[in-house]
């Protein structure tokens, strides 16, 4: 266990520990047991928290804002067009401010190519925490959510669980790679094979991809990608099923657009779920467009896990919120 990550950035998992990350998930089950018994836990008394997003939001702004309140201490909204961002003031002189009036800072901003430089530029400046609420490259909150979740269901040690993360067919916008890319690097560090599948245009950044590789050598478990949805959910124990942007093979959205039309049969539905091991789970960060790239069947059925993982949400941010405010 770490217990020195009071003021750490967190803008990718892959940037801390394995024992960091056990850490915070140790701490995320401790808070989540306290919070069920009833047991107040107000670590964060008289802290400020500030949520600054670039995009819409439901459980990752409600899990910071909740999460704060429940530590005892306070979050604050922001917009570029609540704030002088909006006016083009910088990054630096944002965070200069914020650094002298509160105790640490969370960013959304998921345009391609800008958001991650955006939050560096922020934290090269910061002396409060910075976390990664999404940007284009990593969601890691999410993640944490999530291997919070296959935890759950499958018990602390995941080794040989077989982990498997789609790309869907959701024609209505083009969603960033953060999702897949924060997965397939995080899985294999905890010893889980990663498949991930996607049509050919719908490939990851490959720098992303060869980190992902490399993980899961050094973890001795396998990492494949496939261009077959059936073929992916096969012995899949976890089956991650969710849509993204051809954002590494285009620029134009309106090429996007009718790239993703062209692969509509990527679904998840009850026959692929079969396809599964037979305690398989389906998992998916939300917002899904129901009924389009899942089925309602699959969304609202028994191995469905979509609800407890977007409740850890709430544990797993408070525990980064504890940890590196405190
Ligand atoms: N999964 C997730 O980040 O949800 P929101 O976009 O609602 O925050």
Not at 218 to 231: L, Q, R, S, T, Y
Not at 248 to 266: P, V
């Amino acid at each position: 266990m770490k217990t020195d990550l009071r003021g750490k950035h967190l803008i990718t998992l892959q940037e801390w520990t394995k024992e960091e990350i056990d850490t915070l998930l140790d701490i995320a089950f401790d808070l989540k047991r306290r919070k069920a018994l009833g047991e107040k836990h107000r670590l964060l008394e008289d802290k400020t928290f500030y949520m600054l997003f670039f995009e819409n939001s439901t459980r990752t702004r409600n899990a910071f804002e909740t999460g704060m309140t429940q530590l005892g201490g306070h979050a604050i909204f922001l917009t570029p067009s609540a704030t002088q961002i909006g006016h083009g003031e910088t990054a630096k002189d944002t965070v200069e401010v914020l650094s002298r009036f509160g105790d640490g800072i969370g960013i959304r901003y998921c345009t391609y190519k800008k958001g991650n430089a955006y939050m560096r530029e922020l934290a090269k400046y910061s002396r409060i925490p910075v976390i990664n609420m999404q940007c284009d490259l990593y969601h890691p909150t999410q993640a944490l959510a999530d291997i919070m979740t296959i935890q759950e269901k499958f018990g602390k040690n995941t080794r040989g669980l077989n982990f498997t993360i789609s790309w869907t067919y959701a024609p209505n916008y083009i969603r960033p790679l953060s999702m897949p890319q924060s997965l397939i690097l995080l899985m294999s560090r905890f010893g889980m094979n990663v498949t991930l599948a996607h049509p050919p245009e719908f490939h990851l950044l490959p720098d992303i991809v060869e980190q992902a590789r490399k993980n899961a050598e050094e973890n001795g478990v396998k990492f494949n990608i496939v261009h077959d949805m059936d073929e992916a959910c096969k012995d899949a124990h976890i089956i991650y099923a969710k849509s993204w942007g051809p954002i590494a093979y285009t620029g134009s959205r309106e090429e996007g657009l009718d790239l993703i039309e062209k692969y509509n049969t990527w679904v998840m539905d009850g026959r692929r779920m079969k396809l599964g091991q037979k305690d398989a789970i389906y998992m998916h960060c939300m917002p899904a467009d129901r009924g389009v790239e899942v089925t309602e069947e699959v969304m609202d059925g028994p191995q469905s896990v979509i609800y407890d993982e977007a409740e850890n949400r709430l544990h797993t941010i408070k525990a980064i919120l504890a940890a590196t405010m405190r």
